[in-house]
């Protein structure tokens, strides 16, 4: 009995967090920096929230853009636009602060852009109460990016910015980014190859009230099964001569998608169906016309869909099964698959919980709750997943909202300042480590 007793306790004593040591003066300053400033950043953000800034106005996201260059400059931070015309799109704002050498380089990752174009009725910033606000982008990711500011002005004012190297990338078309990706992230990719370490600072997700940490993120892909087959008097469906249609086989393909697919981080989904004499899919691939008639064999049906995995294998695996089934053979047709690869998966590696003991470290710190790890199923995909190939990553730094993507976009207020504050501290600490790379 002593000895299940005993055990039970080194069990608990290992899940509790560490006692931490308390604030140092420089954390003591930051913390009280970011209380001290919350007036200021909400109206920061409600100036950022009220100039419209949908991923095709480019105009309105250069607009968010000269808003934030001062914001940063004050602080020390060189400003870099790189453009984006060949793709379609406004540009991507980079933000470099040069500390001391040899030490980690940050790369904070945000972006300038919203899913509310100019002609969407949600278009102001609300105060509801005095710990929510409401508007287009008004968490993603405009909170994103003043959780950002609140967390570099705390540093500055206690004096830990100035030996830290960090570059911030905001890119201007995250909700609908420009193709090919090759070029719209580029120079994403190549911040993420000469950083140290990545923060995200899209949304914190709580599950039963607790905040937490994103160590990992699944990928984003679209795919496409078009079938052709023969036509004709609807009498003859199923004979050897006639077949059956182009119906039938891609209802099979998707049952089979369905049946034969699914593994663990895995979703795949079936987002427009189209078929009959004739469907074709309209050129921005969100629409689709077809025709036909109760008595005339289909000749032709589409289907369009999204796949999300956790892993490049997966990813691999699955695009290699669904090639397989759309091969299969049917009577009177044939049939094709089209696989566009978008957003790479963001894997939980170690160098990612690494980066979230680090993150508990600063809980411990500031008296909060340690953060598991949220289960990837949990989230979409995100820029942050660009740089994952290449450094370690944590997303999920800025703020706690609602209603994302809707007109019932809404902010927990309190929970950007327990962002901002979590991100001084890590940024502070992982500053002062030493680099690994040349």
Known sequence: MLKHTLTALALTLAAAPALAAPPSAAERTMIATVDAEQARHLDLLERLVN????????????????????????????????????????????????????????????????????????????????????????????GGIVTILAALRAMHKAGTLKGANIEVALTGDEEEAGLPLSTSRADLIAAGKRADAALDFEGLVQLDGKDMGSVARRSAANWKVTVTAKSGHSSGIFSDAQGEGAIYPLAAILTAFRKELPEPNLTFNVGLVAGGIDAVLAPNDANASASGKTNIIPGAAVARGDMRALSRESIDRVVAKMKAIVARPFNGGSATFEFEDKYPPMAPTPGNEALLAKLNGVNATLGLEPMAALDPLKRGAGDVSFVAADVDSLAGLGPASSGDHTAAEMVNVPSIWRQAKRAALLMTRLSAEKSAKK
């Open 51 to 142: 100039q419209n800034s949908g991923t095709r106005n480019v105009e309105g996201v250069r607009k968010v853009r000269d808003m934030l260059i001062p914001e940063f400059a004050a602080l020390g931070f060189t400003a870099r636009w790189v453009p984006q015309d060949s793709v379609e799109r406004a540009g991507h704002l980079h933000l470099e602060h040069k500390g001391r050498p040899g030490t980690k380089r940050l790369l904070l990752i945000g972006h300038l852009d919203t899913v509310f174009e100019p002609d969407h009725p949600f278009q102001k910033f609300e105060r509801l109460d005095a710990d929510t606000v409401k508007g287009p982008g008004a968490g993603d990711d405009k």
